[in-house]
């Protein structure tokens, strides 16, 4: 099994799991708790595309072994003045993420994400996330538009928006991919969501 600081860089882009989780190292308790549900509400396998649900697993799974560390004051402290952690002790929270989850918070509805969703496009969050992906896809659209949550075509224009005031700001480069897209590539998404659509509503 992969060491889950690896798996933190590989699926969060840092080995530190503050930044992982988006807080400061001196969080309260009821602040990673909150972190925590924020994250995991994103990635829950449970509501996602089908064709990104193992990633999603893994990354769920990665933010619960966090989460019990940090939520764990003796873990905690150890992680803090060593940087190190129980692996085998975290490893049981792997295997058993969906229960750990269940204890921690209500069950996931429709109404859960909705409010969610409304909470989170337009949230410093949703921007974190748009311009990494951004970032990580060099640009690409149908890259943003697979790993950003909540996203679809409809959303082009606002994360284009976005984008292009994180490029003029100095805080992205400015990729081609992004900048001189293709009406033809722009077209054969749109089609490829809307047979999506059709097939999940047939």
């Known amino acids: 099994m992969a060491n889950l600081l690896d798996l933190c860089e590989k699926y969060f882009g840092s080995r530190n799991f503050y930044e992982v989780l988006k ?15 924020k994250l995991s509400l994103l990635v829950h396998p449970d509501r996602v595309e089908e064709n990104i649900k193992a990633e999603a697993t893994e990354k769920f799974k990665v933010l619960g072994r966090i989460h019990s560390i ?3 004051s003796e873990k905690r402290k150890i992680y803090n003045e060593s940087g190190q952690y129980d692996e085998e ?17 209500k069950p996931i509805t429709e109404e859960t994400i909705s409010n969610y969703e409304k909470t989170y496009k337009g949230s410093e969050i949703e921007i974190k996330d748009l311009k990494r992906a951004y970032m990580d896809g060099k640009g690409d659209m149908d890259y943003i538009l697979v790993v950003v949550p909540f996203s679809n075509c409809e959303e082009e224009p606002r994360y284009h928006t976005i ?7 100095g805080e992205v480069p400015e990729y081609k ?8 590539k722009k077209l054969r998404r749109k089609r490829k969501e809307t047979i999506i659509i059709y097939w999940i509503m047939t």
């Open 163 to 169: 984008i292009a005031k994180l490029i003029e700001a």
């Open 70 to 72: 940090l939520s764990d």
């Open 89 to 105: 002790s975290e490893e049981v929270i792997m295997r058993n993420w969906a229960d750990y989850w269940k204890t921690l918070f």
């Open 23 to 37: 807080i400061s190292t001196d969080a309260d308790d009821k602040q990673v708790k909150k972190a925590y549900h």
């Open 177 to 184: 991919a992004f900048t001189e897209e293709s009406e033809k």
